[in-house]
């Protein structure tokens, strides 16, 4: 079951498409969106959105990062395919997506985004459309700064 609104966000730490290891810093205005997998229709819909609109989210202090059980490569390869212009993070141990309580009985992680702010999970968007998605994460960002 996800992490309800209210709650302290969970530490994040993992590898990004470099693989370098990144610990993102939830005390900034985070949008952590998880999806099931790399490079198939929804997900390409949803990622492209974001990257066209992450000059928004920069513009409200945001930083986006996507998260699911692919590997770093398979993360290097779908920012490359699309230009995606923000982090994504790997995890195939499912480390991530278990903490957050996304991870379906397949082993991939549900299509679940948090707005997080100061440590704390704002807003928790569930059973995602991912087309039109980033304008209804920018409106509620927009709400709680």
Not at 97 to 111: H, M, P
């Amino acid at each position: 079951m996800p992490i309800e609104s209210g709650a302290k966000a969970w530490a994040v730490t993992s590898l990004d498409q470099a693989g370098k290891k990144v610990t993102v810093d939830l005390m900034k205005p985070t949008v952590l969106y998880f999806y099931p997998k790399d490079d198939t229709p929804g997900c390409t819909k949803e990622a492209c959105e974001f990257r066209d609109n992450a000059h928004e989210f920069k513009k409200l202090g945001a930083q986006v990062f996507g998260v699911s059980t692919d590997t770093a490569e398979s993360h290097k390869q779908f920012i490359d395919k699309y230009g995606l212009t923000f982090t994504l993070l790997a995890d195939p141990d499912a480390k991530i997506s278990r903490s957050y309580g996304v991870l379906s009985e397949k082993g991939y992680a549900q299509r679940v985004t948090y707005l997080i702010r100061e440590g704390v999970v704002r807003r928790v968007f569930l059973s995602v459309n991912p087309v039109g998605h980033s304008h209804e994460v920018l409106t509620a960002l927009r709400e709680l700064i």
